[in-house]
């Protein structure tokens, strides 16, 4: 069974730091572009960071400087490095990738399950 699994959330206080990872497991050869995105209650899920098998990377606006994303290819694993959070960063934070094959077959588009962030005093 292929999926991918988020951890690291919590609870942050302003101008802390956090780090989130994503775990993809079953059997997995490769996988072409992994993304953290997240949705804020009411709000729309946006796309904060991307990065591609060869560690090409996009930001979001918001959190670019902020935010830095990156990836083990060799473990399947990516990670989001979160610093100077900010209360509007509150979200919950959901893994994502693309272009996956596996054993079992190939996947357009795989989700993790979500891990919320919270930033407050």
């Known amino acids: 069974q292929v999926q991918l699994v988020e951890s690291g959330g919590g609870l942050v206080q302003p101008g802390g730091s956090l780090r989130l990872s994503c775990k993809a497991s079953?059997?997995?050869?490769?996988?072409?572009?992994m993304g953290w995105y997240r949705q804020a209650p009411g709000q729309q899920r946006e796309l904060i960071a991307s990065?591609?098998?060869?560690?090409?990377?996009n930001y979001a606006d918001s959190v670019k400087g902020r935010f830095t994303i990156s990836r083990e290819n060799g473990m399947n694993t990516m990670y989001l490095e979160m610093s100077s959070l900010k209360a509007e960063d509150t979200a919950v934070y959901y893994c994502?990738?693309?272009?996956?094959?596996?054993?079992?077959?190939?996947?357009?588009?795989?989700w993790g399950q979500g891990t919320l962030v919270t930033v407050s005093s």
């Open positions: 079953g059997s997995i050869f490769s996988i072409s572009v």
């Open positions: 994502n990738a693309q272009g996956v094959v596996a054993r079992t077959g190939s996947f357009s588009a795989l």
């Open positions: 990065i591609t098998s060869r560690r090409s990377t």
